[in-house]
């Protein structure tokens, strides 16, 4: 397991625009990372997965063509760019790593082993 630092939160207006980053304590091109989110008295949904190398990634049908998910396994680090960001994409937000082993993309929560403590984004209409 790595241990994972999520930052990048805030609060912004409708229409505007975020980059979350996770900064992890290992080395993380063996891993597959993803975003989750969880907003107040709803269950944590997949956002986006990415594959060890970045070349496949998934989105949740929600942020599809809004947000990009992106990883830089030089700096250990990965990325969510949020644009276009609604009131519905209030919640915490969450980085993860799968175990090693795994190369494809994936949005099944089960899947993952390290997870952030989260960081708060906050969009106002």
């Known amino acids: 397991q790595v241990q994972l630092v999520e930052s990048g939160g805030g609060s912004v207006q409708a229409g505007g625009s975020l980059r979350l980053s996770c900064a992890a304590s290992g080395y993380i091109a063996s891993l597959v990372m993803g975003w989750f989110r969880q907003a107040p008295g709803k269950e944590r949904e997949g956002v986006a997965s990415?594959?060890?190398?970045?070349?496949?990634?998934v989105y949740a049908d929600s942020v599809k063509g809004r947000f990009t998910i992106s990883r830089d396994n030089t700096k250990n680090t990965l990325y969510l760019q949020m644009n276009s960001l609604q009131p519905e994409d209030s919640a915490m937000y969450y980085c993860?790593?799968?175990?090693?082993?795994?190369?494809?993309?994936?949005?099944?929560?089960?899947?993952?082993?390290?997870w952030g403590q989260g960081t708060q984004v906050t969009v106002s209409s």
């Open positions: 993860a790593a799968t175990g090693v082993g795994w190369v494809y993309p994936v949005l099944i929560q089960e899947r993952y082993d390290s």
């Open positions: 990415i594959s060890t190398t970045g070349g496949t990634t």
